[in-house]
């Protein structure tokens, strides 16, 4: 049972991740795409989001449709209103038959996309994928968070504030999370080359759970009294951790450091219970699949894969990025 | 062929403690070639004990003394152990397969295979049928075990242990879930095995069995051996007075009481059949019990006694019909728990499955059905509690440590004493009785008589359902033979014979 | 078998304890974490302790009873989750505290009705039942939230879960009270008299006049309820209803009520046990985290020790049941 609940918060989380990241400054976004000189005009392009209403994904269909007025293609926003990925196999589908130029989609379970995907493909239909990717022979290209890159950032950003200097206690779902485990692989390695005098003291699981997050944060400040920050590796931690950090009287003394941006996580932020948060950059994931699409449809080629990259959000930069539209 | 001595099977001084409990004490057994040697004793004798250890399962397995077989000691870890040696048991409890076939369950674990190494099904089925005839059990092998009654099950079990060509076949009552002439011809059986050279040690307390087959006798009491006899130079009594340890003056100490008024009359009643659809196995059945009357209803395994009790008691409802009055009031329109308000109670067939609860206390038991007297407002008068299961516990003095031992831990004679409690601690006015004296041992017996009695003398109507048919002729005032779902016969104590009562029961209808 | 040597009151005192092997685990854990880190006893870290014990132990007072019966309950965590969001939702629209809270307790106490009657009247095996209605809640709780959670919560219902008098939290302090209550009522009334006989032998409790269904339906109920108090509670405690709430709370109730010696088949259990069980399951969690030792290896070692605890106590189960 615990395994089934824990499948579908993979996919809550999947999809919270990929919805959530809205950062994505327009400026940066139309900046790289004015290198377009069109010819074609008129691009059909449906974007089947993964959960309609998410305002991760908001931010990405403004990216989309941002595209989309530069290069006067139009683009058709559809999805399911709950995670239902036959939904979202049911809309592809829906494209195809429509004759599209281009699919934009987020393949949350990526083995129950690649049917309809080569289907697509056969059509001469472009098919772009966002925050998840299936194989790469099964979709044109894909844009989405380096995990890699993701980890290396979070870390730098965390030492940085550290002054170069100090104790990290890290929070995951748990020990099989794939994303998770190499963002933090990442975030590991980039301490040890650049930054050998701050540490990931311990590495403990939360299993999503917000309130575990906040019985394991008070067992670890206990065990670690040196801790100097906690790294959530997953969106359901910050407010369990800061949950704790309150009723401890550390909120002073520990940095907090979140992902994504739900509502929870920024108010956060804005109340000054945590630092900051790593939000992943959705906006630039539609900007970018709908560029990428015109450059095939104009017989160029694009990179099979794309970093859409990450952003930092603090109270420093908070009001700016809830703005950003 | 023999070799060794002039016993089969020796257990020399064999001695097995409990923690503080000594289950077994010193006790000495030897069975010869080709015999059958009856053990006999009161449960909690030592009997299972001494199974545990000769078949191996005794998990603990640290008893003192020796075991011989064919003057080799031995000494059994596992049953595997024991069954290696020639030894094979058939428990009380028939433990089958109920989902297989015959034949898989006379061979399994041996299963014949053919030289693709799958299972040779022509060759099981064939060595099947040689096997059941031996044991005179005629189904077909390719049948489910659950279709077949309880005495062929039994008899399989003895067909799967003599399958697997044992030199000792150990028997602990195997007739208790038995008919009497089901038993019959398992004790027929029983003594074609020496004939083939298979020796057997008879666990029961039956004495007309133990007479039926013996050659020998062995007699254990409180974990000790009391006695070893020929079976022809002892008498039944004699037995019994070594099983119990003190003088039997009457096996059924039944008194006279008073019979009054009629205190419960039941009209027109029809019970549906449990498996045939649209037959009534009780059909129209209509009678009457006075007060301090103990009636017998007698009748063959399935002519629906139990049946017609469990409706009466609304233990079953679907599809009853009928009219009852107790004390001249209608009842029949009550829920089960009406009907036990109003004073009547009732003694199920199988205790194990709906008589007590095995993992409470015996105290618990004894206040079940009566918890309205010792609850003030919803709590628990824990002092009244005791009182009353004390009081119980002494009048109908159950065996045991005391009030808080486990109902598991009893005998079945105890366990059925602590049942009738239950019931006695309610206002009875009617009792029901069914097979109240079922696997218990000789002396607890005669003292359920005796409570029994003592019931009707108070004043309480009693229906008594048994197979035993010298128990129910002894202990009923009345009789009432049930057959095809009519009462075929009514008998008095005057006129009454065993005889009658089964021509009564075996009648075929007539039309 | 029944001769009765005389041993002395303590001796027999530790044989009829059942729990026992748990008792000896848990003091030996808590004397080498308290070695190692000792911040194990720190104030703090006592409370926290006690706080994540309480809402497995909340709950695990209503599956006691429900085990005792020999049922199963499955769906608490979804109930868990559905009735901390009902409640929250509610108190954001302005609801007065009070009619917050009931609104997810009748939430709770609807399932356990639908629960009741559909092992009781339906004969559906209550695995089935209770894992299907596992589903069901899961399902509205999705439909519900969109899978985001309630977030933030009034003062009012803030103040219910993270509130504490003399620096108690008021969810340990309710998890007491509902304890002294359940092995009350357990032990010393005919409701709690009949639930442990329904468990030991349906068919003798119903013969001798139970009322076997409607029992065995409260059970049900009170388990919903439980279920729903405990989710409320952490809602206020997390200042927020996460969908997320209560998963895999099914499992470990259970599993810290049959830790506490509670039959699987019903007929025998205490609440104190229950407690015990609880307090085991997170007295490891949060010691093997004091002692640093890696996440890694934690739940290898969480596995071991609960096998060992209980296995001693089956030990000795054994070796004395047979006397």
Known sequence: MKKRLFTLFSLLLAAAMTLSACSGQTGNGSADSSENDNTSEGLKITFVSPLLGNPVWLSAKQGAEDAAAEIGASVTWVGPSDIDMDEQVRQIELAITEKVDGIISCPLSPAIFETVYADALSKDIVVINTAVDTREDTRTAYIGTDYVNFGEQAARNLAEQLGGEGEIAVLVTSLDTENQMSELKAGEDLLAREYPDVKIVVVETSNSDTAQAANKTSAMIDTYPELDAIWCLESTSPLGVAQTLQERNMLDQILVLGIDDTDDVLDLIDQGLIWGTMTQDFYKMGYESVKMIKTVKDGGTVDSVQDSGTTLVTKDNLEAYKSRF | MQNGGEYLLELDHITRRFLSVTALKDVCLKLKRDEVLAICGENGAGKSTLMKILSGSDSFGNYEGTIRINSQPMRFRSTKDAENAGIEMIYQEISLHLDLTVAENLFMGALPATKWKTVDWRRMIKDAYEYLQNVGLHVDPRQKVKTLSTSQQQLLSIARAIAKKPKILVLDEPTSALTQTEAENLLRVIKDLKARHVSCLYISHKMDEIFQIADRVTVLRDGEHIADYAACDVTPKKLVEDMVGRKIEVLYPKQQAHIGEEILRVEDFCVPHPYMKDRNIVDGVSFGLRRGEILGIAGLVGAGRSELLNAIFKAQEDGVSGKVWLEGKRIDGLSLRGIKESGIGYLTEDRKRNGFIAGAAIRENIVLASLSKIVRGGLIDHKAERQYATEYFRKLSVKAPDIETPMFHLSGGNQQKVVLAKWMMTDLKVMFFDEPTRGIDVGAKTEIYRLISDMANQGIGIILVSSEMPELISMCDRFLVLSHGKFRAEFTKDNVSQEKIMKAATLVEEN | ?323
């Open chain 3, 1 to 323: 078998m029944n001769s009765h040597s005389k041993k002395s009151k303590l001796s027999q005192l530790l044989q009829r304890f059942d729990q026992l092997g748990i008792v000896l685990v848990l003091i030996v854990l808590m004397v080498a974490v308290g070695f190692k880190n000792s911040t194990f006893y720190s104030w703090d870290n006592i409370i926290n302790v006690l706080r994540s014990t309480s809402f497995i132990f909340i709950i695990g007072i209503a599956i006691t009873y429900v085990l005792i019966t020999g049922g199963l309950d499955l769906s608490v965590g979804s109930v868990m989750a559905m009735a901390g969001i009902l409640s929250a939702m509610t108190a954001q629209a302005g609801a007065p505290l009070l009619v917050s809270i009931l609104c997810g307790i009748l939430f709770g106490f609807a399932i356990g009705l639908i629960n009741g009657i559909l092992v009781v009247r339906m004969n559906i095996p209550t695995l089935i039942v209770t894992l299907g209605m596992m589903y069901v809640v899961d399902g509205l709780v999705l439909i519900v939230t969109k899978g985001s959670p309630i977030y933030p919560l009034p003062d009012s219902f803030k103040a219910l879960g993270q509130g504490s008098i003399l620096g108690v939290p008021n969810i340990v302090l309710i998890a007491l009270v509902l304890a002294l209550i359940g092995a009350f009522v357990l032990h010393n009334t005919q409701y709690g008299r009949c639930v442990y006989a329904i468990g030991g032998n349906r068919e003798t409790a119903r013969l001798a006049g139970i009322h076997v269904n409607a029992i065995q339906m409260s059970v049900y109920v009170l388990a919903s309820v439980s279920a729903s108090l405990g989710g409320i509670l952490m809602a206020g405690r997390l200042n927020s209803a996460q969908p997320s709430a209560g998963s895999g709370y099914e499992l470990t109730v259970v599993a810290a009520v049959i830790i506490g010696g509670t039959s699987m088949f019903g007929g025998s259990g205490s609440i104190f046990g229950t407690l015990l069980g609880a307090l085991l399951m997170t007295v490891i969690e949060n010691a093997l985290l004091l002692m640093k030792i890696s996440a890694y290896w934690q739940s290898l070692i969480v596995g071991i020790i609960i096998i060992f605890a209980v296995g001693l106590d089956q030990y000795r189960r054994k070796k004395y049941g047979m006397g």
